[in-house]
């Protein structure tokens, strides 16, 4: 399996950026896919799909026999509806009539993620969307305009049911050490978006604490494959660190990473619980320096 690129540079020289194109190989065969992911319904996205597959295909069009009609081959598309919204059809869909011609009907089916919560995507093997659960709730808090305790309870408890899911897909070796550090640190983001911008709930900073503190228990390594997994928990707990301090301060700068690299696993531990109430870098950097 592997990536593909998702910037295009219009003739114009506008940019435009897809959210993900995937490749996958099978002897032979190579299976392309195309995926967008929605917040919110937006009616147009229709359009900007088929443009990026449109993009994507001309990058892959063979012309070195151009005495045969030309074939372009669009990416199998899906885009993810994460917020709720009735108007949201099963299958978006772009009709391109030509004059003179037969029209061309671009279907596109929509995944209506919030149909589904974690023992659904677990079971059908959707490991790596299970961090967007958090993000189920921005609906009811846009509504609200604040974090109240109705809400702040969900939240935490889905962030829990996460975690447990995260921990049982690591422990069955569905996902890897550093697929579980990558899961943990999106929903990490996405928590301090919603906290950041509907919070000042008065039990959010130890709530925090204490949520984050779960994400270095040994036993989401102790009930996973023996070989291997004292070392994937550190490069793990090292990877959301650094993710953290990214979306706080832009990056990490190179002095930091190296420190970072350097501790030792109950290190990395004390530094994570300590990571959210780091402002500056320079207080990072006497952080880091205390611990190591």
């Known amino acids: 399996m592997s990536y593909g690129s998702t910037e295009f540079i219009r003739d114009d020289l506008v940019k435009s950026m897809a959210d993900m194109f995937i490749e996958i190989s099978s002897g032979k065969t190579i299976y392309r896919y195309h995926i967008e992911f929605q917040t919110t319904y937006d009616k147009n996205i229709i359009i900007r799909m088929f443009r990026y597959g449109f993009e994507k295909a001309k990058e892959l069009l063979d012309l070195a026999d151009l005495t045969k009609p030309l074939e372009m081959e669009f990416p199998d598309p899906r885009v993810i509806f994460i917020e709720e919204n009735e108007k949201i059809p099963d299958i978006l869909q772009l009709r391109v009539k030509i004059p003179k011609q037969e029209s061309l009907l671009y279907q596109v089916p929509a995944f209506k993620y919030w149909l589904y919560d974690t023992q659904q995507l677990y079971a059908k093997k959707m490991y790596l969307l299970l961090p967007l659960q958090v993000f189920k709730i921005r609906k009811y808090l846009r509504v609200k305009s604040k974090m109240d305790a109705e809400a702040y309870r969900n939240l935490l408890q889905t962030a829990e049911e996460v975690v447990k899911t995260i921990t049982l897909a690591l422990a069955e070796a569905k996902i890897t050490p550093e697929d579980a550090g990558e899961m943990q640190a999106i929903m990490l983001n996405i928590m301090e ?100």
């Open 193 to 292: 978006y919603l906290y950041g911008k509907y919070g000042d709930y008065s039990k959010i900073d130890q709530e925090v604490k204490n949520m984050i503190k779960t994400f270095y228990d040994p036993g989401l390594v102790e009930k996973g494959r023996k070989e291997g997994r004292k070392e994937g928990r550190k490069e793990g707990t090292r990877l959301i660190l650094q993710k953290l301090i990214k979306n706080r301060f832009g990056m990490v700068p190179p002095d930091i990473e190296e420190r970072i690299n350097a501790l030792e696993q109950n290190q990395l531990e004390a530094l994570a619980e300590k990571i959210l109430e780091i402002t500056t870098e320079e207080e990072l950097r006497q952080a880091i320096a205390v611990r190591h």
